[in-house]
């Protein structure tokens, strides 16, 4: 398969506790969002941060691969929707560290049971790279839901 | 603590289907189309979770570089920072290349390259991607 490359890039101006950064999508100009240390540890303030973005990378990484699953197993989704919750903590010793990332899926899926849309989410995480990456530092949790 | 929160709705099956970032939790951004095609082909405009993974390292390292740069006495007056992450499908994400180039009055060479070192290896998304085979990083003070 052929490698895929992406890219994004940010402008930081100032220290970390008084400045601003603006991170762009490179790859595709997609997005264009501005981040402070404010809007990632207190309150957020309409702007974004390194969690948030690797929380809509794992519901996106993740509802792909549920997708994918429910297709193998002949029930292919009509619609689905995943919410990722993505947890930084203080870590004693280790400054903050990214500890948790907890995934709600609720799908439409015509054929499937409660059992086998389960089985189709508990794969999912299991082939999402996301998924994979993540547990390296971070505790991953899946609860899905046939609608 | 902080929790960081982002929906995503997909409608249809993988290949012919589609999926929208509907929301996230600061309201800094969404909707943004996704497509397996705009993942694994040619993005044409449309984002996919390595580009997102790639924008968090990149705001992470530049957040983690200012802030041991000013704890160093020498606070940057602009970091440009690039971060190009790797998808091979069926395999994973295999490698992430961080870039920055840097103006920082009153820094020499080694002592900046020591700062990036540090804030590449201790920046919480480094640390929650310490699964991927290479994270390398480029250094230089412009």
């Known amino acids: 398969m052929p490698r895929i490359v992406r890219e994004a890039e940010i402008d930081w101006e100032g220290t970390t506790a008084r400045g601003s950064g603006v991170v762009r999508a490179a790859s595709t100009g997609s997005f264009e969002l501005s981040a402070t240390i404010a809007s990632r540890i207190e309150v957020v303030e309409g702007k974004t941060s390194p969690e948030e973005l690797l929380a809509a990378a794992h519901a996106t990484c993740f509802v792909t691969s549920l997708g994918s699953e429910l297709a193998r197993m002949g029930t292919p989704p009509e619609r689905m929707h995943v919410r990722c919750t993505i947890t930084m903590d203080e870590v004693e010793g280790n400054g903050h560290r990214i500890v948790a990332s907890a995934i709600s899926a609720r799908g439409v899926a015509p054929g499937a049971d409660a059992a086998s849309f389960s089985t189709a989410a508990e794969a999912a995480d299991a082939g999402c790279p996301f998924s994979a990456l993540i547990r390296a530092s971070a505790t991953v949790t899946v609860d899905a839901t046939l609608v | ?142």
Request: hydrophobic residues 45%; proline residues 6%; negative net charge.
């Open chain 2, 1 to 142: 603590m902080a929790d960081r929160t982002a929906h995503v709705t997909w409608s249809g099956a993988l290949m012919e289907g589609a999926g929208t970032i509907t929301s996230v939790g600061s309201g800094a951004f969404g909707p943004l189309d996704v497509t397996w095609a705009s993942r694994a082909e040619d993005s044409n405009g449309r984002t996919s979770p390595e580009e997102l993974i790639a924008a968090a390292h990149a705001a992470c390292f530049s957040m983690a570089l200012s802030h041991g740069l000013a704890q160093g006495g020498t606070p940057p007056e602009k970091l440009d920072v690039d971060a190009t992450v790797t998808f091979v499908p069926g395999t994973g994400i295999t490698k992430s290349v961080l870039t920055v180039r840097a103006v920082v009055p009153g820094i020499d060479e080694p002592a900046f390259l020591h700062a990036a070192q540090a804030a590449k290896e201790s920046c919480p998304v480094s640390q929650a991607l310490a699964s991927v085979p290479e994270i390398t990083l480029e250094a230089s003070l412009a």
